[in-house]
């Protein structure tokens, strides 16, 4: 019962877990830099934003980019993702500094409908070197492309991205606004540059798309999934504990011969609760434990073949699910110790011994 119990909800919190994680991996890429794009129609930034961007002194590159959108598979269904179209050594500089690196396959060709793309997004969408990333007749996404683009390369890393040309996305996407791709002077200060940028830049003109910003958004749509989940697991832990307590109860009942015959030969009561608790606690400690081993294997096995090509990013080791599940031997524990003592205090031994 209590593997089960943790095996329940230790896979309920790792699968509401994957809505966060799918989204924060999607969005990884604003820890490498952050890009502005422009609003109301514009087709570029307005010149006096980008001097000001250049002009923050944390800022090190300021990249001008344009590109087009394929669709990724998420938990929410099909999702956009930008393909970004920037010079080769831009592309070498942004790879380096979202720590990936071309493992199979080449870079796209100038001017050529090409795509190189992270390792995650090809098994998202089950692609393989030469496939189509993008077709003309794709729906659902925010630009299309006039010509299919064929995937040349794969990246493995951290970080989920994608790069076309900057001389076809030029050419054939001419109408596509441009963004800047900032980044910062050091690695560990993108986050924090790019808070500065979206408390900075007139959010009228421009939109940045700084990694706190979208995490506070996330979290806050998320709010009332979470509350729920809670309560859900509130209420299953404390069924799972009632029960495993009256068990406690009724296997102390079946032993109460036993107790009695130590308390009347001298055992104190207190060795005795110490006694009955510590069965329990080992028990309701090995069963959690199992049941953990058990939600890890069934979860692990199904990453790959059930839920990723699904769009879900699960972790079978994510740690907040376990922990959810650790009030499960607490509680059973406490339960027997009120139980068990309360009969313990109200335990006659010569009585018992005499019925017997």
């Known amino acids: 019962m209590i593997v089960l119990a943790v095996f329940l909800i230790a896979s309920v919190v790792t699968i509401v877990n994957s809505i966060d994680l799918t989204v924060l991996t999607i969005y990884n890429y604003t820890r490498a830099f952050t890009p502005i794009i422009p609003r109301s129609g514009r087709l570029r930034i307005d010149p006096d934003i980008a001097a000001q961007v250049r002009r923050m002194p944390d800022v090190?590159?300021?990249?001008?980019?344009?590109?087009?959108?394929f669709n990724v598979n998420t938990v929410f269904g099909p999702f956009p993702f930008i393909c970004l179209g920037v010079a080769p050594g831009d592309r070498d500089y942004l790879l380096r500094r979202a720590g990936d690196t071309l493992v199979a396959g080449r870079m796209p060709a100038p001017g050529e409908p090409?795509?190189?793309?992270?390792?995650?997004?090809?098994?998202?969408?089950?692609?393989h070197i030469g496939d189509m990333i993008a077709r003309p007749t794709d729906t659902g996404t925010i630009v299309t492309v006039p010509v299919p683009v064929k995937l040349v390369g794969?990246?493995?890393?951290?970080?989920?991205?994608?790069?076309?040309?900057?001389?076809?996305?030029?050419?054939?996407?001419?109408?596509v606004p441009h963004s800047l791709l900032v980044t910062s002077k050091t690695p560990g200060g993108q986050v924090h540059l790019g808070d500065m940028l979206?408390?900075?830049?007139?959010?009228?003109?421009?939109?940045?798309?700084?990694?706190?910003?979208?995490?506070k958004t996330l979290r806050d749509s998320l709010a009332s999934m979470y509350l729920i989940m809670h309560l859900v697991n509130g209420m299953v832990i404390l069924v799972v504990a009632l029960m495993a307590g009256m068990l406690s109860n009724i296997y102390f009942?079946?032993?109460?011969t036993e107790f009695a015959t130590l308390a009347a030969i001298g055992l104190r009561r207190s060795t005795l609760l110490w006694h009955a608790v510590s069965e329990t606690a080992i028990l309701t400690t090995l069963g959690w434990a199992?049941?953990?081993?058990?939600?890890?294997?069934?979860?692990?096995?199904?990453?790959?073949?059930?839920?990723?090509?699904?769009?879900?990013?699960?972790?079978?080791?994510?740690?907040?699910?376990?922990?959810n599940t650790l009030p499960i031997p607490i509680i059973i524990t406490l339960f027997a110790v009120a139980t068990i003592s309360w009969r313990l205090s109200h335990l006659d031994p010569v009585s018992i011994i005499e019925r017997r």
Do not use: C, H
């Open 290 to 323: 199992v049941g953990v081993l058990v939600n890890w294997s069934i979860l692990s096995v199904m990453r790959g073949r059930v839920f990723e090509p699904r769009g879900m990013l699960i972790n079978p080791s994510d740690p907040y699910s376990y922990f």
């Open 154 to 175: 794969i990246l493995k890393g951290p970080t989920w991205i994608a790069f076309t040309s900057q001389e076809f996305a030029n050419a054939a996407l001419p109408l």
């Open 198 to 215: 979206y408390k900075n830049i007139d959010r009228v003109r421009a939109q940045v798309f700084a990694f706190n910003s979208l995490v």
């Open 253 to 256: 009942t079946q032993r109460i």
């Open 60 to 69: 090190d590159r300021s990249i001008d980019t344009s590109g087009f959108f």
């Open 114 to 127: 090409e795509a190189v793309v992270s390792e995650g997004l090809v098994r998202n969408k089950k692609l």
